[in-house]
Protein backbone atom coordinates (compact mmCIF):
# COMPACT_ATOMS: atom_id res chain seq x y z
CA UNK A 1 0.00 0.00 0.00
CA UNK A 2 1.31 3.58 -0.90
CA UNK A 3 -0.13 6.61 -0.18
CA UNK A 4 1.02 9.77 -1.97
CA UNK A 5 0.36 13.44 -1.04
CA UNK A 6 2.00 15.43 -3.70
CA UNK A 7 0.38 18.66 -2.30
CA UNK A 8 0.83 17.40 1.16
CA UNK A 9 -2.01 17.21 3.99
CA UNK A 10 -4.42 20.01 5.08
CA UNK A 11 -4.09 20.12 9.10
CA UNK A 12 -5.29 22.24 11.97
CA UNK A 13 -2.48 24.48 13.31
CA UNK A 14 -0.54 23.30 16.52
CA UNK A 15 -2.55 26.02 18.53
CA UNK A 16 -5.64 24.97 17.50
CA UNK A 17 -7.84 22.72 19.63
CA UNK A 18 -8.75 20.07 17.04
CA UNK A 19 -4.59 19.35 16.38
CA UNK A 20 -4.44 17.11 19.49
CA UNK A 21 -6.79 14.96 17.38
CA UNK A 22 -6.73 15.60 13.54
CA UNK A 23 -3.00 16.16 13.03
CA UNK A 24 -1.78 13.67 10.42
CA UNK A 25 1.93 12.66 11.64
CA UNK A 26 2.59 10.95 14.67
CA UNK A 27 3.99 13.03 17.40
CA UNK A 28 6.24 9.90 17.95
CA UNK A 29 9.39 8.21 16.06
CA UNK A 30 10.13 4.61 15.76
CA UNK A 31 7.46 2.21 14.98
CA UNK A 32 5.64 2.42 18.64
CA UNK A 33 3.44 5.79 17.29
CA UNK A 34 -0.25 6.15 17.91
CA UNK A 35 -2.27 7.25 14.80
CA UNK A 36 -4.23 9.70 15.62
CA UNK A 37 -8.38 10.36 14.71
CA UNK A 38 -7.63 11.48 10.86
CA UNK A 39 -5.57 8.03 10.48
CA UNK A 40 -7.50 5.64 12.23
CA UNK A 41 -8.49 3.49 10.18
CA UNK A 42 -5.05 2.97 8.93
CA UNK A 43 -4.71 0.74 12.23
CA UNK A 44 -4.50 -2.40 10.61
CA UNK A 45 -1.90 -1.86 8.34
CA UNK A 46 0.01 0.05 11.00
CA UNK A 47 3.32 -2.07 11.28
CA UNK A 48 3.55 -1.66 7.05
CA UNK A 49 3.40 2.06 7.47
CA UNK A 50 5.87 4.56 7.55
CA UNK A 51 5.01 8.33 7.59
CA UNK A 52 7.33 10.84 6.21
CA UNK A 53 7.13 14.14 6.79
CA UNK A 54 9.55 17.85 5.91
CA UNK A 55 9.39 16.83 2.99
CA UNK A 56 9.72 20.23 0.82
CA UNK A 57 11.67 21.05 -2.53
CA UNK A 58 12.98 24.47 -1.07
CA UNK A 59 13.02 25.65 -4.92
CA UNK A 60 9.29 25.16 -4.96
CA UNK A 61 7.98 27.00 -1.52
CA UNK A 62 7.55 30.49 -3.26
CA UNK A 63 5.78 28.47 -6.23
CA UNK A 64 2.01 28.22 -6.13
CA UNK A 65 1.47 24.80 -4.58
CA UNK A 66 -0.92 23.11 -7.14
CA UNK A 67 1.76 23.66 -10.25
CA UNK A 68 4.66 22.13 -8.15
CA UNK A 69 2.99 18.42 -7.43
CA UNK A 70 5.21 17.43 -10.91
CA UNK A 71 7.98 17.55 -8.87
CA UNK A 72 7.21 16.62 -5.91
CA UNK A 73 8.81 12.74 -6.91
CA UNK A 74 11.52 14.09 -8.57
CA UNK A 75 13.33 17.11 -6.77
CA UNK A 76 14.04 18.92 -9.78
CA UNK A 77 14.69 22.49 -10.04
CA UNK A 78 11.62 24.03 -11.78
CA UNK A 79 12.89 27.43 -12.55
CA UNK A 80 15.44 26.10 -14.57
CA UNK A 81 14.65 25.56 -18.23
CA UNK A 82 16.19 21.48 -18.26
CA UNK A 83 12.61 20.33 -17.20
CA UNK A 84 12.21 17.42 -14.89
CA UNK A 85 14.25 14.50 -14.25
CA UNK A 86 13.31 11.02 -13.62
CA UNK A 87 10.83 9.96 -10.49
CA UNK A 88 11.30 8.07 -7.52
CA UNK A 89 8.45 6.10 -8.52
CA UNK A 90 10.47 4.92 -11.50
CA UNK A 91 13.55 4.27 -10.35
CA UNK A 92 11.74 1.79 -7.87
CA UNK A 93 9.50 0.69 -10.78
CA UNK A 94 13.09 -0.08 -12.72
CA UNK A 95 14.41 -1.71 -9.35
CA UNK A 96 11.46 -3.81 -9.11
CA UNK A 97 8.77 -3.31 -11.82
CA UNK A 98 9.50 -6.97 -12.99
CA UNK A 99 8.28 -8.90 -10.09
CA UNK A 100 4.59 -7.54 -10.40
CA UNK A 101 2.46 -7.44 -12.95
CA UNK A 102 2.89 -3.97 -14.33
CA UNK A 103 6.14 -2.35 -13.34
CA UNK A 104 4.13 0.40 -12.27
CA UNK A 105 0.58 2.48 -12.64
CA UNK A 106 0.38 6.22 -12.48
CA UNK A 107 -2.70 7.41 -11.15
CA UNK A 108 -4.31 10.97 -10.76
CA UNK A 109 -7.25 13.05 -10.06
CA UNK A 110 -7.53 14.38 -13.83
CA UNK A 111 -5.59 11.82 -16.12
CA UNK A 112 -3.36 13.12 -19.13
CA UNK A 113 -0.14 14.80 -18.28
CA UNK A 114 -1.15 18.22 -17.96
CA UNK A 115 1.30 21.32 -18.53
CA UNK A 116 4.23 22.64 -17.08
CA UNK A 117 2.24 25.40 -14.73
CA UNK A 118 -0.07 22.77 -13.83
CA UNK A 119 0.40 19.12 -14.14
CA UNK A 120 -1.62 15.86 -13.59
CA UNK A 121 1.14 13.50 -13.26
CA UNK A 122 3.93 13.10 -10.40
CA UNK A 123 5.97 10.36 -12.62
CA UNK A 124 8.69 11.06 -15.24
CA UNK A 125 10.96 9.17 -17.61
CA UNK A 126 14.55 8.56 -17.21
CA UNK A 127 14.39 11.35 -20.12
CA UNK A 128 12.31 13.88 -18.03
CA UNK A 129 9.24 13.32 -20.10
CA UNK A 130 5.81 13.19 -18.21
CA UNK A 131 4.23 10.02 -17.96
CA UNK A 132 0.31 10.25 -18.67
CA UNK A 133 -1.81 9.41 -15.81
CA UNK A 134 -5.25 7.41 -15.57
CA UNK A 135 -7.20 10.23 -14.33
CA UNK A 136 -10.70 7.47 -14.40
CA UNK A 137 -11.20 5.06 -11.50
CA UNK A 138 -12.99 2.35 -13.72
CA UNK A 139 -10.07 2.72 -16.33
CA UNK A 140 -7.83 1.66 -13.55
CA UNK A 141 -10.42 -1.25 -12.96
CA UNK A 142 -10.79 -2.52 -15.92
CA UNK A 143 -6.73 -1.99 -16.26
CA UNK A 144 -6.53 -3.97 -12.97
CA UNK A 145 -9.37 -6.57 -13.58
CA UNK A 146 -11.14 -6.65 -16.76
CA UNK A 147 -11.05 -8.84 -19.27
CA UNK A 148 -7.86 -8.04 -21.76
CA UNK A 149 -8.83 -6.93 -25.38
CA UNK A 150 -9.04 -9.64 -27.69
CA UNK A 151 -10.40 -12.25 -25.24
CA UNK A 152 -13.90 -13.00 -25.31
CA UNK A 153 -15.95 -13.84 -22.08
CA UNK A 154 -15.43 -16.68 -20.10
Do not use: C
Request: aromatic letters at 12%; hydrophobic letters at 30%.
Amino acid sequence: MLYLFGMGVSQPPEDHAAYKDWHWFPKEQGTDYHLSRSNNSLAPFKQQISFLSGLSHPRTRGIYSHSTGGYFLSGADPLTPAGNSVSADQVYAMYAGSETRYPFITMGSEGGIGDFRRPNTMSYTAAGQPIPSLGNPRQVFQELFGIPKGIDKV
